[in-house]
């Protein structure tokens, strides 16, 4: 059993959404336009952020929600639309763990959310800005539509 509260269970549960919700948008974008970067980096870090909440999980002798956001992600006319959006999503996703981390004042939470956020701001934020910032500066980012595959 756990001795968390139910703010820090909470907390928990949205930064593993938002991983998730994360890895399987980056997923969805490599499946539209293939291994484009940077979406294919980011996509396997986000897992490594979504282990690193998963062993919190396992310590505190949580359940482990599963991952409910493939097919449900949005989808992109082309990559220079999907890397603005990855620039959207980092900038979001810094924003919840600053509000999450008054949620705990555990140590190990503090330090996994502070990972994940340095990592989003720090590499993952610049990286998506380069790509939306090839694409609007002329150059060639590559587009493929859709073809005829719904929205998530």
């Not at 992600?73 to 959207?88: D, F, I, N």
Request: hydrophobic residues 40%.
């Amino acid at each position: 059993m756990t001795d968390l509260t139910k703010n820090e269970i909470h907390a928990l549960g949205e930064a593993l959404d938002d991983e998730y919700g994360a890895w399987a948008t980056y997923d969805q974008v490599i499946a539209d336009f293939g291994a484009a970067p940077p979406f294919s980096n980011i996509r396997d870090a986000e897992a490594r952020h979504i282990e690193a909440l998963h062993s919190l999980y396992m310590l505190y002798g949580l359940p482990i929600p599963a991952n409910l956001w493939p097919g449900k992600t949005p989808r992109y006319a082309s990559l220079q639309e999907a890397c603005e959006a990855g620039v959207a999503a980092e900038v979001a996703n810094g924003e919840l763990y600053d509000r999450l981390f008054a949620a705990t004042e555990r140590p190990d939470i503090l330090a996994v959310f502070r990972n994940l956020q340095n990592a989003s701001q720090k590499r993952h934020l610049p990286a998506f800005e380069r790509c939306a910032q090839r694409g609007s500066g002329g150059g060639s980012v590559g587009q493929r539509h859709r073809g005829g595959r719904g929205q998530g």
